[in-house]
């Protein structure tokens, strides 16, 4: 190999510190960003979507929504808790003898906590002023659907749900987790 | 008088017109000229790899700035592994373990943090003599020596402090150990001590202290007496070989950029590739058990520390702070004196002989004493049997841990284990009327040793006595068995036969059988499996299918029948709750 002129030697040899360095950062950084992806490919809170006991079913009164919270097993990270709440619903028979409906309290909006208004008869969402009726429809407000419905199953005289999380801010239903 | 209009609005040159013509640029060089007109690059660039080698770039003088490198690395994986750790005594060794086992490349990152550090001491340590060999630490560099024995020390708080941090058996005892240390200083030890470990005892407070220390303000100092560092470093320049004259100092002098910084990352990458095949070949660094305060580990720091370790073993009682504090002490304050104590004419490691022979000297006291650490544990039996102990224990909990830890944390993962689930259990539905412990139930036999030759024997003896059914106060229940001793053996051996032992003698057994008859055992007791009658059927007695009957419905006709005094349990505990049940029961036998 012929000698290289001095500054092609001092070209390749910065171009080589560049290289090496870039490549240690590589090595340092890369499998870092695998580690902070995970919580992409798999969920980190796992649990939820058991059909839970949540109330009575005489407890629930025509026109009288009740709020009940859903206590079940989660997995959060590392830790497996066996008693937690995992969400809270409103309960909702329409009209005597009607099937019990459950709508979660997560408003579709921004995820604030929607409260029952004795007055008027309505859902209300206290952040933004959404506002919903018995059956879950929004009537007002900048919520971009009606309130999420969650899956109701009966156990004798209990009312069990499934209890879920859907994605905010969008005209569709999306579960997530 | 200027009457004329004034010129307020007429724009200024600007800046680039001022300029003279140049000729057309490609994008790259115009690209940097606008970066530098506004940050300055080129003078951070001199600040860090600028300068020159006199005497020419070498491999000698990588050794600083890999240490760099190295910490660097170590900050990158520290911030990663950071977004997933939680420091209590409660999630510590959970949320390692959850790195470790759970996330993708987790172990990775974590190990390359580990033996990363490792690294980056063996590495400190090479700097460290290269500086004594060239002399690099004399007049005018005195303050820049002081500085890096401070990194140095920063370093050592580094590991110290990021051993704990998973809480698991090996960080547990070793931080333990070095906070009583501490403690046993003169005067203020027993103040620090409690800072540190933030209370009387090892806590939550002692984990997140420490992780506040690893974390937050070891980085700061540590990056500060770096700047300080590297800016003495540039102030002086590097110190060349002692054998190059003035001539060819001036005649071999390269800039550093490119010449020397080329040689720091390819030794530096070298570095990092025997890390990564340390981390591949171990899969990460380790983890033990959770801390157990109530065992009794083998505790072992880690290697960078055996020396000091030995050293303890030779001074005992009052003499230990010897080893502890006074001679890392004097020879601290030796180091930090070296400059001045030094009057040598030159660097020439020749006219340097005491410095040389002192450097020696430590290397060869810090080998032989870890020498005699790991050989004296090479060839301890109760040592090797301990860590495998350890390892199986760790291997279990990392197994159970990824079965959700519960809230509790720590040692609470072996909760996960059938048997000790089973424990609680016990604890809730079966204690009330058995024992287990030896010393009788309230209303049931006592377990301890359960299905052992000796349990049985003692049962045909005296089946009313206070560790058999005495206490259920069964109303004709069964009497004992008269016999010789032969006799009763031999009984003994047929029921110990049904419970499923495979160490039954078969001669015994036969003998046994032969005595059913003879000594009226089957006017209460079928022998088919099927039969009721007074007593249990005696076909698998004891067998883990047996005992999960017994805890179903223990009145069954084939088992106990109308005499049984026992709750049923098939309804209230799930078959899988039964079987774990069981088999805790059958565990108790610890006899033959």
């Known amino acids: ?177 | 008088m200027n009457t004329g209009p004034v010129p307020i609005l007429q724009p200024r040159p600007s800046a680039d017109r001022s300029r003279p013509v140049v000729p057309a640029r490609d994008w790259r060089t115009s690209l940097r000229i606008w970066l530098e007109e506004r940050l300055g690059l080129a003078g951070i660039q001199n600040a860090i790899m600028g300068g020159t080698m006199p005497g020419g770039a070498s491999l000698w003088h990588t050794l600083g700035s890999v240490a760099a490198g190295l910490f660097v690395v170590e900050a990158v994986t520290g911030i990663f592994l950071a977004l997933f750790y939680a420091p209590s005594a409660q999630t510590a060794w959970a949320s390692v373990a959850y790195i470790q086992d759970q996330l993708p490349f987790g172990w990775f990152v974590r190990g390359l943090h580990s033996f990363g550090s490792s690294a980056l001491i063996v590495v400190a340590g090479l700097h460290l003599l290269q500086v004594l060999l060239f002399g690099a630490y004399r007049r005018p560099r005195e303050g820049n020596w002081i500085l890096g024995l401070a990194l140095f020390g920063l370093t050592a708080l580094f590991a110290l402090s990021g051993y704990l941090l998973p809480f698991d058996q090996k960080g547990y005892w070793a931080k333990l150990v070095e906070a009583t240390i501490t403690g046993s200083a003169p005067v203020v030890g027993g103040a620090v001590q409690q800072v540190v470990q933030g209370g009387t005892a090892f806590g939550n407070l002692t984990v997140t202290h420490a992780f506040a220390a690893h974390a937050l303000l070891l980085p700061a100092a540590f990056a500060v007496v770096t700047a300080l560092h590297v800016y003495l470093y540039r102030k002086h320049g590097p110190t060349p070989k002692w054998s190059l004259t003035p001539e060819q100092l001036l005649a071999r002098t390269e800039p550093a950029f490119p010449y020397q910084t080329v040689r720091n990352a390819g030794v530096g990458l070298f570095v990092l590739s025997i890390v990564i095949c340390a981390v591949a070949s171990r899969h990460g660094a380790p983890l033990e058990s959770p801390a157990d305060p109530t065992s009794s580990y083998l505790a072992r720091p880690e290697w960078y520390a055996l020396p000091l370790f030995q050293l303890r073993m030779y001074f005992e009682g009052p003499l230990e702070i010897v080893a502890t504090m006074i001679i890392p002490g004097v020879v601290g304050s030796l180091l930090l004196a070296l400059p001045f104590l030094d009057r040598a004419p030159s660097n020439h490691p020749g006219v340097r002989r005491r410095v040389m022979a002192a450097a020696v000297l430590g290397l060869v006291a810090l080998g032989a004493l870890s020498a005699i650490a790991v050989a004296r544990d090479a060839h301890d039996p109760a040592y090797a049997k301990g860590r495998a102990e350890e390892e199986t224990r760790a291997h279990t909990a990392r197994l159970l841990a990824q079965k959700g830890m519960p809230p509790e944390g720590g040692l609470a993962v072996f909760r996960n284990d059938p048997l000790n689930h089973a424990r609680d259990i016990w604890d809730q539905r079966c204690s009330g009327c058995h024992g287990l412990v030896g010393a009788g139930g309230d209303k049931g036999p006592d377990f301890k040793d359960y299905d052992s030759r000796a349990w049985i024997r003692g049962f045909l003896e005296n089946p009313e006595g206070p560790l058999f059914m005495g206490t259920a106060k069964i109303d004709k229940g069964m009497k004992s068995v008269p016999g010789t001793p032969e006799e009763l053996d031999a009984l003994a051996e047929m029921v110990y036969a049904e419970t499923g032992a495979p160490d039954a003698d078969p001669a015994k057994v036969a003998r046994g059988r032969g005595l059913i008859d003879q000594k009226d055992c089957d006017s209460c007791h079928e022998s088919d499996g099927e039969g009721e009658n007074a007593g249990p059927n005696l076909k698998g007695r004891g067998s883990l299918a047996w005992v999960e009957a017994v805890i179903s419905d223990a009145g069954q006709g084939r088992l106990y029948g109308e005499k049984n005094k026992m709750p049923k349990f098939a309804g209230k505990l799930t078959p899988s709750e039964i079987e774990d049940l069981a088999r805790f029961v059958l565990a108790q036998k610890t006899g033959r």
């Open chain 1, 1 to 177: 190999m012929s000698e290289r002129p001095p500054d092609t030697r001092r070209a390749f040899f910065a171009m080589l510190t560049a290289g090496l360095g870039a490549l240690t950062a590589a090595i340092a950084i890369v499998p870092g960003l695998g580690l902070l992806a995970a919580p992409l490919r798999r969920a980190i809170i796992r649990g939820a979507g058991q059909p839970l006991r949540v109330a009575a079913a005489e407890d629930v009164k025509p026109e009288k929504p009740i709020r009940v919270t859903a206590v079940g097993e989660v997995q959060d990270a590392w830790q497996r808790l066996d008693h937690v709440t995992v969400g809270s619903c409103w309960l909702v028979r329409a009209t005597e003898g009607a099937p019990i409906r459950a709508f979660s309290t997560v408003c579709p909006h921004l995820g604030c906590g929607i409260d029952w208004n004795e007055k008027t008869g309505n859902f209300d969402c206290p952040c933004h002023n959404s506002s919903f009726d018995l059956h879950g429809r929004c009537l007002s407000g900048p919520s971009p659907r009606g309130l999420d419905e969650l899956d109701v199953s009966a156990d004798g005289h209990e009312v069990l749900v499934r209890y879920q999380r859907f994605r905010t801010g969008s005209t569709k239903k999306e579960p997530i987790g």
